[in-house]
């Protein structure tokens, strides 16, 4: 044994008793299910590697959460209670494009987990069941993890290098809504979080995609949990 044996570890299950599918949110239901799965050869020797994946579901949840608490506060009609706050605990749209960043960034780090050796040793095409996620690594690629205007790629052309630079930063004008009534016309007295949720744009050669962390969140988590559950129920050998 050594520190990549589950078995070197006392790993809890903190909800015994309970059907996995009864289990919320889903990073707890993965953490359940590698403490149920101690006798699974993968996490005899790679332990550390799949319980560590948690992690990136756990954050997945923490910043749609915390991106949800920002947007409900600048939502409000009580721009006075806003206003009462000092400026560093003031929510702002900054802020709200801080969580949607460090919710790519983990995005990334799912994505290169699930299309490690390890993942594709038990699962062979693995990118056919987190196609969502790998749809949104455009983001990653090209603004967050390092800026294409910073250290450009093949294909990273001088007239798509300025835009992606600012798909994530509403304080260099890349705000863009995705309206909740598509029909209904802005109300300049309604504040625009009330009408409308926060849609991310980018592209890259002939891709645009487009991230809203509210629509595209359930999906994110649900691909993640999916990948993580199929790799410890196929991969027992």
């Known amino acids: 044994m050594g520190p990549n ?17 009864l289990i919320e949110p889903l990073s707890e239901r993965a953490w359940t299910l590698v403490a149920r799965s101690s006798e ?9 590697t ?10 997945f949840e923490y910043h749609a959460q915390r991106y949800r608490s920002l947007v409900e506060a600048l939502a409000t009609s009580e721009s006075t209670l806003l206003e009462s706050l000092s400026p560093e605990k003031r929510p702002s749209n900054q802020h709200i494009d801080h969580e949607a960043v460090a919710y790519i960034n983990r995005l990334g780090q799912f994505y290169y987990f699930a299309t490690s050796r390890l993942v594709l040793s038990v699962i062979p095409k693995p990118k056919l069941r987190i196609k ?13 993890a390092h800026r294409s205007v910073d250290w450009p790629k093949e294909g990273d052309t001088p ?8 798909s994530m930063c509403c304080s260099l004008g890349a705000t863009t809504w995705l309206m909740n009534e598509p029909k209904r016309p802005v109300d300049g007295k309604v504040p625009m979080w009330k009408q409308a949720v926060r849609q991310y744009q980018i ?15 359930p999906i994110v988590i649900g691909e993640a949990y999916v990948l993580f559950q199929d790799l ?3 991969g027992s050998a």
């Open 232 to 234: 410890l129920t196929s």
């Open 50 to 59: 799949i319980a560590g994946a948690v992690e990136f579901l756990r954050g």
């Open 132 to 144: 969502r996620i790998t749809e949104l690594m455009i983001f990653r690629n090209k603004h967050s």
């Open 40 to 48: 699974n050869k993968l996490l005899h020797r790679e332990y550390l």
């Open 159 to 166: 007239e798509n290098r300025p835009y992606q630079a600012m």
């Open 5 to 21: 044996d589950i078995r070197e570890y006392r790993v809890v299950d903190r909800h015994a008793g309970i059907p996995l599918d």
């Open 203 to 217: 592209s890259s050669g002939n891709t645009w995609m487009d991230f809203v962390v509210e629509r595209d969140h």
